[in-house]
């Protein structure tokens, strides 16, 4: 495994100093401007893709940046979720896809998950996506639309959220739906012309 104390000791001797009244700020304050939910992928580190500092981005990271959709109980996501919009005042809420996505990649082509049950079963939450791609043939151009379907269907399953219905009831929070090209470092804004994109700006 890498040394990580050898980036930790970088970020102290290099990084830090330069941002040591940001930090000091940061250290009574929370109040980041977005909630981005992404996924999991090692390639796809919010903070780098759109430079923002410390304390900006409020993350929650799942596999396929899958949004279940609201039920009562507690668990991690929703829980992330209500804080970040009800407690945090969040204004912006960002679902983020990217391509060569493992989650959509076993999807779209079928893959065998029987090896990894509980994989398989979070990927439920991924079940409109699919349908709307059930017409296409298993593909590099199968997957693409997977990515962006699945980022509209988590988009429509976290407006089942109370905390992020009440805030889109009054104009307190907007949400926008991104795909991000690992390979070319891009960021596509999904436009309203997709399913359920009436929330997304
Ligand atoms: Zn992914």
Redesign the pocket.
């Known amino acids: 495994m890498p040394d990580l104390a050898d980036g930790v000791a970088r970020f102290q001797r290099d990084v830090f100093p330069a941002k040591a009244d940001l930090f000091a700020r940061l250290a009574t304050h929370h109040t980041p401007h977005t909630l981005f939910i992404g ?3 090692a390639r ?1 580190v919010p903070e780098l893709i759109t430079q923002g500092e410390p304390g900006e981005l409020f993350v929650v990271r799942t ?3 899958l949004v279940p959709a609201y039920t009562p109980g507690a668990n991690g996501v929703t829980a992330s979720i209500e804080y970040a919009v009800a407690v945090l005042g969040v204004s912006d809420i960002v679902v983020c ?2 391509s ?5 990649t076993a999807l779209a082509e079928g893959h065998d998950l029987s090896g990894a049950p509980v994989v398989a079963d979070w990927l439920r939450h991924a079940d409109a996506a699919l349908a709307r791609t059930a017409g296409m043939a298993a593909g590099p151009q199968k997957t693409a639309a997977l990515v962006r379907q699945n980022v509209y269907a988590q988009l429509a399953n976290l407006a089942t959220h109370p905390s992020v219905a009440r805030a889109f009831a009054e104009g307190g929070v907007t949400l926008h739906g991104w795909v991000f090209d690992i390979a070319g470092g891009r960021i596509e804004r999904l436009d309203a012309a997709g399913a359920g994109a009436a929330l997304v700006s």
Do not use: F, P, T
């Open positions: 996924c999991s992928d796809v596999a396929g940046n896809g990217h060569a996505c493992g989650a959509m």
